[in-house]
């Protein structure tokens, strides 16, 4: 017996050296940030912070966030190498003072076959965020009377949401309420395939949604890894880089409207946040902004838009419909767009 402990306790250290360590895998420190300030009692506010990978390989796992030493949620990440990715959940504070926190928590690798290893991180940094959360906004006689008319509004409709998108929420729930009564009033054998290919197509745009708001998501957070990287180089605009021809009156102008034009976008879609994640990417800019990422980024906007909005959506389809229909009665019977032959 004394034999097989004495092997055990010689073969743990390097059981423990075997293990998966990542480098330069974490949460930046004190990076914790919110949808909108001051914070109230009782508005609920989405916390944000950035979880970076300096790694050689693919890194999953899940960012624990507590107030004041109690678990207020749970969110998962998934970030390729050399990658930093945003990782947010929604919180309704209570007023007075509170210690945010965020760290990392069951980590593993992922390998290019879908494979995962559990590992460790070789600096466990944990960020922290002191805030104090101010008493509720007050409620006058006008907004009593709105909030009121919203809760009934809910009661008669069901759950549709936060007010912001109660008249959204309405739409969507008129269309499947009008796909019914339509089918209500057809044979079944009509009537059934109306309501599946509208329960479909809701189907495949809230699929859609999904992914067009990853795909978006993950453009925001590249564009933000390269103007941090940027700011960080500090390199100048290849407009500044000639002397001779940066002293021209013209040329001063056109890179002042560029510039603001420019900071003006990243401002308006990325906000504060290359600030954040300076620190992760410190060094590795190359000072050159990505037009095409934004126009990428605003194109997955309003598909995003459409897709969430399904009475858009829709009206949309119909649309498209419609012209189809017309194009092909046209060419069929030979009509103009008076409808004469």
Do not use: C
Not at 104 to 109: L, Q
Not at 191 to 197: C, E, I
Request: no cysteine.
């Amino acid at each position: 017996m004394r034999k097989i402990l004495l092997l055990g306790l010689l073969f743990l250290p390097l059981i423990s050296f075997g293990a998966n360590t990542l480098e330069n895998v974490g949460i930046i420190p004190g990076n914790i940030w919110y949808s909108s300030y001051p914070l109230r009692g009782g508005v609920s506010v989405r916390i944000y912070t950035a979880v970076y990978n300096g790694s050689e390989q693919t890194v999953q796992g899940q960012v624990q966030f507590t107030d004041n030493g109690i678990q207020i949620a749970v969110a998962p990440f998934l970030i390729n190498s050399g990658k930093l990715s945003e990782v947010s959940i929604d919180w309704v504070p209570n007023e007075g003072s509170h210690k945010v926190s965020a760290n990392v928590i069951g980590v593993s690798t992922v390998a290019q076959n879908g494979t995962e290893q559990p590992a460790t991180l070789a600096t466990q940094v944990v960020a922290n965020n002191t805030v104090q959360v101010a008493p509720p906004p007050p409620v006058s006689n006008t907004d009593g009377s709105i909030l009121a008319s919203s809760a009934s509004a809910k009661d008669a409709l069901g759950t549709l949401g936060s007010s912001a998108n109660i008249i959204g929420n309405v739409a969507n729930d008129s269309l499947g309420r009008a796909a019914e009564a339509i089918a209500g009033v057809l044979p079944d054998s009509i009537g059934k395939p109306v309501v599946g290919a509208v329960s479909n197509f809701n189907s495949f745009a809230s699929d859609a949604a999904e992914k067009v708001n990853g795909a978006r998501s993950s453009v925001k957070n590249t564009l933000a890894s390269e103007a941090a990287a940027a700011r960080a180089d500090n390199k100048p605009a290849s407009l500044s880089q000639t002397s001779a021809f940066a002293s021209l009156l013209p040329v001063k102008w056109l890179k002042s409207a560029y510039d603001s034009i420019t900071g003006a976008i990243s401002n308006w879609v990325l906000g504060d946040l290359p600030n954040k994640v300076a620190v992760a990417k410190e060094g590795a800019g190359s000072g050159i902004m990505k037009p095409f990422q934004y126009l990428w980024y605003f194109i997955l906007s309003i598909l995003s838009f459409i897709l969430t909005n399904l009475w858009i959506f829709w009206l949309i389809i119909i649309y498209v419909v419609y012209r189809v229909l017309r194009f092909a009665y046209r060419k069929i019977f030979k009509k103009d767009k008076y409808g004469y032959a």
